[in-house]
């Protein structure tokens, strides 16, 4: 028996698609529940940046999540497939117009994932203050708590809504299957058979 | 501000029923270890020594004798251990089977007892597993015994340019399963000593010999309830060969290897008594 930790949303959705066109049968959370008990598979519905969390601790021993979310975190866990979904950038918005000089003595840049951000800047030896903020990220170059923004970019809507341009792309995200390092050994059979099976699955998709 | 009932974070504090259990997981393994023949050594707290061995200088808890030269607290007891045994007590003693009940110390305020054995000049990673194991059968934990060759990773690594340690610290199945080798592929669903003859004939003469040795170790110790983990790979302080971790859940309850010190191969192992602790009083 495998738990696995499914992040709320479309995510879990298309997750749980693969696993009824693996096993040919419905796998449904209902009302508002959040577990799906069925005989091979416990399903955890969990906020999205809990899902690491969960396998780290091994209150699962399988989860999907974004490969953003594990950079941000840094957890050890075992990346077992890229699913190929949820396709997204992390990138640099600025207000229209802007250029990002990575010469100025000290940037502001507000984001949510402040790890990324940090590493980022530290990897190109540029020195920035970094303002954690939580959401409406798009909202601090715009009344000048922030010379740019750090956030996830799918279509870049929301940005141009609000009057910002990405100017630089620092990773494509998509999400990925992960494992917890013990489940990994203790339950390798059932772990690398799902992967497998769901490994068969995105490749015919592709 | 600090409060009076506040104790440093990562510190350990042991009492009634919990220092009971400490105590007895302590006792269990002293009485285990001399009749084996180990004798007992207690190293000092203060060492000049562990930053030479420890990579991250960063874990070590740093202070300064009376002639401001570097002294940390010990944040690793082998390194102590062996040392002071070849270098120190080398005159007095040939003694060659120790046992160590001691805490160790990282930055900032982390505490961690342990229980420790090293076997000096032993090259047999049998001979301390079994004591492992019978330390935490007489305390009635039944664990999983996982087996791995730090070898194997190395060699593996060094025959393709693809890979490198990295890889297999972080379990990339995927990258060993894309170069399409066979001998590779059955490496990453192997599990148990019987899948091992069956990969023998076609894995390269380095890998079969490393793999040899994990099977000779399981067979010696008839462990049922074990597994093979060939590819695992974690980044150590010294255990440089075969290697084994006492795992249940997603704890560790010890590791041991074998490594080498100007070299003479010696063999050992540590349980982590604070994990034992807590699966008892659970």
């Known amino acids: 028996m495998l738990t696995v930790a499914l992040p709320k949303g479309r995510i879990a959705q298309e997750t749980l698609e693969i696993f009824e066109k693996i096993f040919g049968e419905s796998f449904v959370f209902n009302d508002?529940?959040?577990?799906?008990?069925?005989?091979k598979f416990r399903f955890l519905l969990v906020r999205n940046q809990d899902v690491a969390t969960y396998v780290f601790h091994q209150a699962a021993?399988?989860?999907?999540?974004?490969?953003?979310?594990?950079?941000?975190?840094?957890?050890?866990?075992?990346?077992?497939l890229d699913l190929k979904k949820g396709v997204c950038r992390v990138a640099i918005g600025m207000r229209?117009?802007?250029?990002?000089?990575?010469?100025?003595?000290?940037?502001?840049?507000?984001?949510?994932?402040?790890?990324?951000?940090?590493?980022?800047?530290?990897?190109?030896?540029?020195?920035?203050?970094?303002?954690?903020?939580?959401?409406?990220?798009?909202?601090?170059?715009?009344?000048?708590?922030?010379?740019m923004i750090v956030d996830i970019v799918e279509t870049g809507t929301t940005m141009k809504q609000n009057g910002l341009e990405v100017v630089e792309e620092m990773m494509t995200s998509s999400t990925y299957l992960i494992a917890n390092k013990n489940s990994f050994i203790a339950k390798k059979d059932e772990v690398l058979d799902i992967y497998k099976k769901i490994s068969d699955v995105i490749k015919s998709d592709a | 501000m600090i409060f009076e009932h506040e104790i440093p974070n990562g510190s350990k504090l042991y009492f009634g029923e919990s220092a009971k259990v400490k105590r007895r997981?302590?006792?269990?393994?002293?009485?285990v270890l001399y009749s084996k023949g180990y004798e007992e050594i207690v190293t000092p707290l203060f060492s000049y020594h562990q930053h030479l061995s420890i990579s991250d200088e960063k874990k070590l808890v740093r202070l300064n004798d009376e002639k401001n030269h570097n002294i940390s607290l010990r944040a690793d007891s082998t390194i102590d251990v062996v040392r002071i045994i070849q270098k120190r007590l080398g005159r007095n003693t040939e003694h060659k089977k120790w046992f160590y009940i001691q805490p160790v110390f990282t930055y900032p305020t982390e505490e961690?007892?342990?229980?420790?054995?090293e076997y000096i000049g032993q090259k047999s990673l049998s001979s301390v597993l079994g004591i492992a194991k019978e330390i935490l059968d007489r305390l009635e934990i039944k664990p999983l015994?996982?087996?791995?060759?730090?070898?194997?990773?190395?060699?593996?690594?060094?025959?393709?340019?693809e890979l490198s340690l990295e890889d297999f610290r972080h379990v990339n199945?995927?990258?060993?399963?894309?170069?399409?080798?066979?001998?590779?592929?059955?490496?990453?669903?192997?599990?148990?000593?019987?899948?091992?003859?069956?990969?023998?004939?076609?894995?390269?003469?380095?890998?079969?010999?490393?793999?040899?040795?994990?099977k000779e170790l399981c067979s010696e110790m008839a462990c049922e309830n074990s597994v093979m983990a060939p590819l695992y790979y974690a980044e150590m302080l010294y255990y440089d060969e075969l290697f084994f971790r006492i795992i249940e859940k997603n704890e560790v309850y010890a590791r041991g290897g074998r490594?080498?010190?100007?070299?003479?191969?010696?063999?050992?192992?540590?349980?982590?008594?604070d994990v034992v602790c807590e699966a008892l009083t659970k």
Not at chain 2, 25 to 31: R, T
């Open chain 2, 259 to 273: 490594y080498k010190n100007e070299e003479l191969n010696s063999v050992g192992f540590a349980i982590y008594t």
């Open chain 1, 96 to 147: 229209k117009g802007e250029k990002l000089d990575l010469s100025k003595p000290e940037l502001k840049v507000a984001t949510k994932m402040v790890n990324i951000t940090k590493r980022y800047f530290e990897e190109r030896a540029v020195s920035v203050d970094i303002i954690k903020l939580y959401g409406s990220i798009e909202l601090a170059p715009l009344v000048g708590l922030a010379d």
């Open chain 2, 145 to 161: 015994i996982q087996i791995s060759n730090m070898q194997i990773p190395k060699l593996i690594s060094d025959m393709f340019e």
């Open chain 1, 32 to 39: 508002r529940k959040l577990i799906l008990e069925t005989p």
């Open chain 2, 173 to 214: 199945i995927e990258k060993f399963l894309s170069l399409n080798v066979e001998w590779l592929e059955k490496l990453v669903y192997l599990q148990n000593a019987k899948q091992i003859d069956e990969v023998i004939s076609i894995v390269p003469e380095s890998i079969k010999t490393e793999l040899l040795k994990m």
């Open chain 2, 25 to 31: 997981v302590e006792s269990i393994a002293s009485e």
């Open chain 1, 61 to 80: 021993d399988i989860g999907v999540v974004g490969l953003d979310t594990l950079e941000e975190q840094g957890l050890d866990v075992i990346r077992l």
């Open chain 2, 112 to 117: 961690h007892y342990q229980v420790g054995v």
